[in-house]
T-cell receptor, first 118, second 114 residues
Framework: AQKVTQAQTEISVVEKEDVTLDCVYE???????LFWYKQPPSGELVFLIR??????QNEISGRYSWNFQKSTSSFNFTITASQVVDSAVYFC???????????????FGEGTQLTVNP | DSGVTQTPKHLITATGQRVTLRCSPR?????VYWYQQSLDQGLQFLIQ???????AKGNILERFSAQQFPDLHSELNLSSLELGDSALYFC?????????????FGPGTRLTVL
């Protein structure tokens, strides 16, 4: 069974600090996909990034960067120079399988509440 | 705005009642997913439909049922409601029903059972 663990329940930083959100996953599949979603105080879930299990290249998008390490089953998310608007709950999620007929589901971690203080 | 719409936004009802939550996927998306977010269980997958047919099932209670209609909108029916059913219910959609598609979520329906 697949599992995602976000050990950091809450993180509080001061604006302009860098912050890393940890995500560790478990799966028996060799093909799988990892995602990060953001849930701001308004409540909606916003897609941030998708990574497949065959692509271990790190990715940078503006102030956001992601570090995927298959050897440690981790997919960590770093926000550089954090801003108050980054305050939200961040979820890491895992999806397994490649068969079109087998369906798909996201298994979410517990989420990390990030608070960026001015 | 993800393009996924959900109605109603808020729903307050009593124990034992039945409610229906509605979801319209993004234009062109064939697959719809339902998730429940509660304080004690976190975000949990309930069920997936693809082009009108059930494709995957999670820990969905027998009191809950869903369907996807020919116009691709979906409804989640919750019956014999209990206090513990109070949660935020999300619908998500993707173009296909594959595991590599990112899911785009609607704004959610907040259900409160009194």
């Amino acid at each position: 069974a697949q599992k995602v663990t976000q050990a950091q329940t809450e993180i509080s930083v001061v604006e302009k600090e860098d912050v890393t959100l940890d995500c560790v996953y478990e799966t028996r599949d060799t093909t799988y996909y990892l995602f990060w979603y953001k849930q701001p105080p308004s409540g909606e879930l916003v897609f941030l990034i998708r990574r497949n299990s065959f692509d271990e290249q790190n990715e940078i998008s503006g102030r956001y960067s992601w570090n995927f390490q298959k050897s440690t089953s981790s997919f960590n998310f770093t926000i550089t120079a954090s801003q108050v608007v980054d305050s939200a709950v961040y979820f890491c999620a895992l999806s397994e399988g490649t068969e079109e007929t087998s369906g798909s589901r996201l298994t979410f971690g517990e989420g990390t509440q990030l608070t960026v203080n001015p | 705005d993800s393009g996924v719409t959900q109605t109603p936004k808020h729903l307050i009802t009593a124990t034992g009642q039945r409610v229906t939550l509605r979801c319209s996927p993004r234009s062109g998306d064939l697959s719809v997913y339902w998730y429940q977010q509660s304080l004690d269980q976190g975000l949990q997958f309930l069920i997936q439909y693809y082009n009108g047919e059930e494709r995957a099932k999670g820990n969905i209670l027998e009191r809950f049922s869903a369907q996807q209609f020919p116009d691709l909108h979906s409804e989640l029916n919750l019956s014999s409601l209990e206090l513990g059913d109070s949660a935020l219910y999300f619908c998500a959609s993707t173009t296909q029903g594959n595991s590599y598609n990112e899911q785009f979520f609607g704004p959610g329906t907040r259900l409160t059972v009194l």
